[in-house]
């Protein structure tokens, strides 16, 4: 069975960067699109960014230019990085993947996730 397990999550200033990372097992790489969604209290589960078997990417409007995410595929591992964090991209990030290109980057058509961790940024 795919195993995701999420990693680098934690509390930053507004300003401030981090990097999150996604070790996957039992999936690999080149077979589908990984992405990243993010979900805060009371509010539906967004995408934030994904990246298909041919390294394509696509980014949600309001993390473009400060996000970037990326793979490892000798690690098995997805990354987030996250630079000019802001308040609102406070909120618990997952990693998801499935087989095949994922037509939206939208969390229904993604089948494997992670726990998720958290990303909490002050003011």
């Known amino acids: 069975q795919v195993q995701l397990v999420e990693s680098g999550g934690g509390s930053v200033q507004a300003g401030g960067s981090l990097r999150l990372s996604c070790a996957a097992s039992?999936?690999?790489?080149?077979?589908?699109?990984m992405a990243w969604f993010r979900q805060a209290p009371g509010k539906e589960r967004e995408g934030v960014a994904d990246?298909?078997?041919?390294?394509?990417?696509r980014y949600t409007d309001s993390v473009k230019g400060r996000f970037t995410i990326s793979q490892d595929n000798a690690k098995n591992t997805l990354y987030l990085q996250m630079n000019s964090l802001k308040p609102d991209d406070t909120s618990m990030y997952y990693c998801?993947?499935?087989?095949?290109?994922?037509?939206?980057?939208?969390?229904?058509?993604?089948?494997?996730w992670g726990q998720g961790t958290q990303v909490s940024v002050s003011s």
């Open positions: 039992r999936y690999t790489f080149n077979s589908g699109s």
């Open positions: 998801a993947a499935r087989l095949g290109w994922a037509p939206f980057l939208d969390p229904v058509y993604y089948t494997y």
């Open positions: 990246v298909d078997a041919i390294g394509d990417t």
